[in-house]
C-alpha cells in the first residue's frame, strides 16, 4: 500500500508512544498502592477475567457471528488481546473510579499483559492453524521492553527522585497525549483509505464488543460502584500501541491494522456515554468501604 507515512515508522513510533505513557504511569504509581489493591484479591482476579479472558472471547464470539472478513476478524481480535490502554486510567478516575483501586489495577494489568500476550498469541497460532512470524517469546521480550521496563524507571524515579518526578511529570504528561494525537492522525493518513474499505461491519462489531466489555466489566467490578467504573473502562479500552506492536512484529497486513485503528476511534467513541454517565453520578470515594 503507497502512503505519505511508510507502516514502519507509524509501528515505530507507537512503541515510542507506549514507553513514554508506560514511564508516565509508573511516576504516578506508589508501591503500596500495588499491595493494597490485592488486599481484595477475589475482586483483582474477577477484573483480570474480565480484562485478559472475557474481552477477547467477547471478540472473537462477535466476529464470528458477524461472519467478517479473515483480517477483519484477526484485527479485532488482537486488539482485544491488548489490554492497559493509555487513557484507561485517567477515564476511570474522571469517571469517579476509586483512587486506591483504579492505578493498582491499571498497573496489575501491564504487568500480567507481559504473560498474557504471548500466551494469547500462541492460542491464536492454534485457533487459525498458522504461525507467527515473531514467536510468543519474541512478544514476551518485546512486550516486556516496552510496558515494563518504562513502568519500573517511572515507579523507580518518583521513588527515588521525587523531587525530579515532580518537575517532569506535568511534561511527561503532555508529551503522551501529544504523542497519542500524533499517532492517531498518522495512523489516519497511512491507513485511511483501507479502514474506510473496511466498511460498516467492522465499526459495528467494534462496537458491540466495546459494548459487552463495559457490561462484563461493570458486573465482575461490583458492588462498589467505583470499583465497577474501574473495571468496565479498563475492560472497554485496548491499548492500541501494544496491537500494533504485534502487528509489527508478525508483518501484518494493511487490512489487519486498519481494523485496529477502526476499533481504537470506536471504542473511545461507545465508550464514552459510559464514562461521562458514570462521572456525573459519582460520590467521593470512602476507601475504607469493603469492596468485595
Do not use: C
Amino acid at each position: 500500500m503507497t502512503s505519505l507515512i511508510p507502516e514502519w515508522f507509524i509501528s515505530a513510533f507507537a512503541v515510542a508512544t507506549v514507553f513514554v505513557v508506560m514511564f508516565r504511569l509508573g511516576l504516578g504509581i506508589l508501591p503500596l498502592e500495588l499491595l493494597h489493591v490485592w488486599r481484595h484479591p477475589v475482586l483483582m482476579l474477577k477484573a483480570l477475567f474480565s480484562v485478559l479472558v472475557a474481552v477477547p472471547v467477547i471478540a472473537l464470539v462477535v466476529t464470528r457471528l458477524l461472519d467478517l472478513p479473515r483480517a477483519a476478524e484477526v484485527g479485532i481480535v488482537v486488539m482485544a488481546i491488548a489490554p492497559g490502554a493509555p487513557i484507561a486510567l485517567q477515564r476511570s478516575l474522571d469517571a469517579g473510579a476509586r483512587r486506591s483501586f483504579a492505578p493498582g489495577l491499571q498497573v496489575t494489568v501491564a504487568l500480567a499483559a507481559v504473560i498474557s500476550m504471548p500466551l494469547s498469541i500462541a492460542a491464536l497460532d492454534v485457533l487459525y492453524d498458522a504461525t507467527a512470524t515473531a514467536s510468543p517469546w519474541q512478544i514476551m521480550r518485546q512486550v516486556t521492553v516496552v510496558q515494563l521496563l518504562p513502568l519500573a524507571l517511572g515507579i523507580l524515579t518518583g521513588r527515588r527522585l521525587p523531587r525530579l518526578a515532580v518537575r517532569f511529570e506535568p511534561l511527561v504528561d503532555r508529551a503522551w497525549k501529544l504523542l497519542l494525537v500524533v499517532l492517531l492522525v498518522m495512523a489516519v493518513i497511512g491507513f485511511g483509505r483501507v479502514m474506510v474499505a473496511a466498511g460498516l461491519s467492522v465499526a459495528f462489531a467494534a462496537a458491540v464488543t466495546t459494548l459487552a466489555a463495559l457490561a462484563v466489566g461493570h458486573w465482575l467490578g461490583g458492588p462498589d460502584p467505583g470499583t465497577r467504573t474501574a473495571v468496565a473502562i479498563t475492560s472497554a479500552a485496548r491499548n492500541p500501541g501494544l496491537a500494533l506492536l504485534v502487528a509489527a512484529l508478525n508483518d501484518a497486513a494493511p487490512a489487519i491494522k486498519a481494523t485496529m485503528l477502526t476499533y481504537m476511534v470506536v471504542a473511545a467513541v461507545v465508550a464514552l456515554p459510559y464514562a461521562l454517565a458514570r462521572g456525573w453520578r459519582r460520590r467521593p470515594p470512602q476507601d475504607e468501604e469493603t469492596l468485595t
